[in-house]
């Protein structure tokens, strides 16, 4: 009897030290380390984007796109940007980060497609199509959104995200690299130039775009160019180049990378010719 208790002891013992492990494993996922990186940049990224991104998808044999698709068509109305635009904040507040542009950041861009009311809109980087639905809505009648997304997941995850907006008919999204697609908008799309362009693509590519937009004729006196992450994680050569032209007029709206604390902000930029 007493060798029966000890063993029940024993198994008890490594019962409550697995659960106890466990709960400590789930704090630190779920709230120890994600209050830890909120102020420190490339600790979030790396957290967010990378470990618990690769893990997710693994145990759900899912990508994360995917997962911002299913909390969209599961808590969004269709038809409804507003709700769409909700959902994947919500999502990516509470559920999993994403690298949209953010809520935050978000009303930064509404604020600056309300103010410019444009007609014709390029966006450098869909990802899931959360900033371009942002812009879509926004947008006068007849006006048209062509947006360029490197990545074929994640444009056929964006292709549903905005048809569940009801937004199609002001989109055109357009798979490729952006150096490729740049000097053939005239041609395939029959644009002269734009009013906005909202950078959001690689980083490295804002500076080489922006001159190769310049080269091709794309920007008239008066468009508009507004980039994300200037800050975090930064575009130095963009913001340096940009600033220092006398052929921009810039502002920089301070704000903070998506869904964290961390700085980070917008660069408006307007073409003087």
């Keep these: 009897m007493l060798v029966l208790c000890l063993g029940c002891r024993m198994w008890l013992t490594l019962i409550y030290s697995c659960i106890s492990g466990a709960a400590l494993l789930y704090a630190l996922y779920r709230w120890v380390i994600p209050t830890a990186v909120q102020y420190h940049g490339g600790l ?23 997962r ?4 969209v068509q599961k808590n969004a109305t269709r038809g409804d940007p507003r709700s769409v635009v909700k959902a994947i904040d919500d999502f990516c507040r509470h559920k999993e980060w994403a690298m949209n542009v953010g809520d935050e950041k978000g009303c930064i861009l509404d604020s600056v497609v309300s103010e410019i009311n444009p007609a014709a809109v390029l966006e450098l980087g869909t990802y899931c199509g959360y900033s371009t639905v942002r812009i879509a809505r926004l947008l006068p009648p007849h006006a048209k959104l062509i947006t360029l997304e490197f990545n074929p997941d994640f444009a ?13 008919e002001k989109v055109q999204l357009v798979e490729g690299a952006s150096g ?8 395939q799309f029959g644009i002269t130039t734009f009013d906005l362009v909202f950078l959001d693509h690689w980083k ?20 508009v160019l507004l980039a994300d992450n200037v800050i975090c994680p930064g575009t130095p050569d963009y913001l340096e180049y940009i600033r220092s032209s006398p052929r921009y007029e810039s502002r920089y709206f301070k704000s903070h990378l998506e869904y964290t604390k961390v700085e980070d902000g917008l660069e408006k930029s307007v073409f003087k010719g």
């Design 44 to 66: 979030a990224l790396i957290w967010h984007d990378v470990i618990v991104e690769r893990m997710l998808d693994t145990l759900t044999q899912s990508t994360r796109p995917q």
């Design 68 to 71: 911002l698709l299913n909390a």
């Design 156 to 168: 056929a995850i964006a292709r549903q995200v905005i048809a569940w907006a009801g937004l199609e």
């Design 180 to 187: 490729d697609w740049i000097p053939k908008m005239k041609e």
């Design 204 to 223: 490295d590519r804002y500076l080489p775009d922006t001159k190769l937009m310049e080269e091709c004729g794309l920007l008239r006196k008066g468009s």
